[in-house]
């Protein structure tokens, strides 16, 4: 039991640093309460079940490759500088488009699919524990993503409560400050997975 409520632990701790999925998290439910941003951090939770499963079915090998990784750092650094700009861009306190339910979902997965820090950390895990049974790593993903579903929730729970508590122009400050860190964090990415392709070659 100690060594479940370890990976209970450690999907809480992979899951609180402030990551692209995290900022639109507490984007929705700053505008728009709990449900719509918990069903983004569920959307990144299914992001999490997608990679142990190409994982537990051959391709850690093949993720492992640094090329593979720098690809997705391009297309994921892509992605978020134009999600972070655009959002920024259409931003009004009158008129804000947002996704339905399952739309959130799956702004929430493609999140966490093209965050190469989730790629790492999974198979950072996946490393660790490949020794021991299939049924361990099972029960080891199984923990990992309660624990991942738990700040998700817990999140959601926060910044919907708290939004209550901010006035229109600090929100709207807020929204356009998460957007362009959105953008920020695409660029560093771009970055990283450009510079492997100069500077390896």
């Known amino acids: 039991?100690?060594?479940?409520?370890?990976?209970?632990?450690?999907?809480?701790?992979?899951?609180?640093?402030?990551?692209?999925a995290n900022l639109e998290m507490i984007k929705l439910g700053m505008n728009r309460g709990f449900y719509l941003s918990w069903l983004v951090g569920l959307g990144d939770v299914f992001s999490n079940l997608f990679f142990m499963l190409i994982l537990l079915y051959g391709l850690s090998d093949w993720l492992a490759h640094e090329w593979v990784r720098a690809i997705f750092s391009i297309i994921g650094g892509l992605f978020l500088i134009q999600l972070g700009l655009r959002s920024n861009m259409t931003?009004?306190?009158?008129?804000?488009?947002?996704?339905?339910?399952?739309?959130?979902?799956?702004?929430?997965?493609?999140?966490?699919?093209?965050?190469?820090?989730?790629?790492?950390?999974?198979?950072g895990i996946y490393s660790s524990i490949s020794q021991q049974s299939i049924d361990f790593i099972w029960s080891a993903f199984a923990w990992l993503l309660l624990g991942s579903c738990l700040w998700n929730s817990l999140l959601s729970?926060?910044?919907?409560?708290?939004?209550?508590?901010?006035?229109?122009?600090?929100?709207?400050?807020?929204?356009?400050?998460?957007?362009?860190?959105?953008?920020?964090?695409?660029?560093?990415?771009?970055?990283?997975?450009v510079s492997h392709f100069i500077f390896s070659g």
């Open 1 to 20: 039991m100690e060594s479940w409520f370890h990976f209970l632990l450690l999907g809480l701790a992979l899951s609180t640093p402030v990551g692209p």
């Open 91 to 123: 931003i009004s306190l009158l008129s804000v488009s947002f996704p339905d339910p399952v739309s959130a979902m799956m702004k929430g997965f493609c999140l966490g699919l093209i965050n190469p820090s989730d790629l790492l950390s999974w198979l």
């Open 157 to 193: 729970f926060a910044v919907s409560h708290c939004r209550h508590f901010v006035k229109p122009t600090l929100l709207q400050i807020f929204m356009r400050g998460a957007s362009l860190l959105l953008a920020v964090y695409g660029a560093s990415f771009l970055i990283r997975g």
